[in-house]
């Protein structure tokens, strides 16, 4: 079923390419760089729930890769690369331990997903003094994370059954 | 989808580690005396925090105009497409920083030369 499995990973790393235009267009920040609802996780979150770690994988990078490609430049795909690999290893890991719902493995995935960017953005810039922005990672993390983790766990629950297969 | 137990310590643990963090960097914050200003790591100027002066730096990928006013400093204007750095506002205690990743500037607050302790043997 190789052409369902190239279908289906096709139009999830489009739907969460769409998120993060849509992010894009709506100038949604707190000052701080990097901060965002991070909406692109709701797919990934849906695909590591329904589809394995793999297909989450995939999906991440190739969106990783589509919207540098598109709309960035080589700082903008090397953070965003770092918040999708740290936070996708980081749900991996919490998912594994089967003892938090899917808002907790998103909340956890949210932190880290801006923990990766602010300390790939203080390698950058050789400044330490970055980590004066942790308070607002955390809470921003666990705001953004809860909420895409309720939208994930929902479509988790409605389209589910429709995908789940090990592909 | 229940809500579970872990989940609870998970968010309650991160919320307190943040406000333990902010709490630590509040209780330890002196007064700044100089806006240092980076660009990609090396410091190109430093501003005593108590004139008044605006200045223009170019950083990587363009400008950025530093205003200090006596006792704060904050970006008026900026030529990236974010204005984040813009957005930060005023900063004046000591490790407050304003960043601008296109341009690779980081303009971060330093106390005088007293750390906390007084002597090392």
Redesign the interface.
């Known amino acids: 079923m190789k052409i369902y499995r190239t279908a289906l990973y096709g139009m999830l790393v489009a739907l969460a390419a769409i998120m993060s235009y849509v992010e894009l267009l709506i100038p949604f920040s707190v000052g701080i760089p990097g901060v965002k609802p991070g909406l692109a996780n709701i797919v990934i979150v849906f695909a590591l729930y329904c589809m394995g770690t793999r297909a989450a994988g995939v999906i991440s990078l190739v969106r990783v890769m589509l919207i540098a490609a598109t709309f960035g430049n080589a700082f903008s795909f090397i953070y965003s690369l770092a918040g999708a690999m740290l936070s996708l290893a980081v749900m991996v890991l919490m998912k594994r331990t089967g003892k938090f719902s899917i808002s907790g493995v998103s909340v956890a995935g949210g932190v880290s997903h801006n923990l990766a960017q602010i300390l790939v953005a203080a390698a950058v810039m050789k400044t330490g003094g970055l980590m004066y922005y942790f308070p607002v990672i955390c809470i921003s993390g666990i705001a953004a994370g809860a909420s895409i983790g309720l939208l994930a766990a929902l479509l988790t629950k409605r389209l589910g059954r429709f995908v789940r297969q090990r592909v | 989808?229940?809500?579970?137990r872990?989940?609870i310590i998970?968010?309650f643990g991160?919320?307190a580690?943040?406000?333990i963090?902010?709490t630590a960097?509040q209780m330890t914050r002196q007064a700044g005396a100089y806006a240092v200003v980076?660009v990609?790591?090396t410091e190109v100027a430093r501003y005593p925090l108590n004139e008044k002066l605006t200045v223009r730096i170019d950083g990587a990928a363009g400008y950025n105009i530093l205003v200090i006013d006596g006792e704060s400093a904050c970006v008026s204007e900026a030529s990236c497409p974010?204005k984040?750095c813009v957005?930060?506002?005023k900063i004046r205690y000591g490790?407050?920083?304003i960043?601008c990743?296109?341009n690779?500037l980081?303009v971060?607050i330093v106390g005088n030369e007293k750390s906390g302790v007084d002597a090392v043997s």
Do not use: C, F, Y
């Open positions: 989808m229940k809500i579970r872990n989940d998970l968010i991160l919320l580690l943040a406000g963090i902010w960097m980076k990609s790591g974010d984040l957005r930060q506002g490790g407050e920083t960043v990743l296109p690779k980081v971060e």
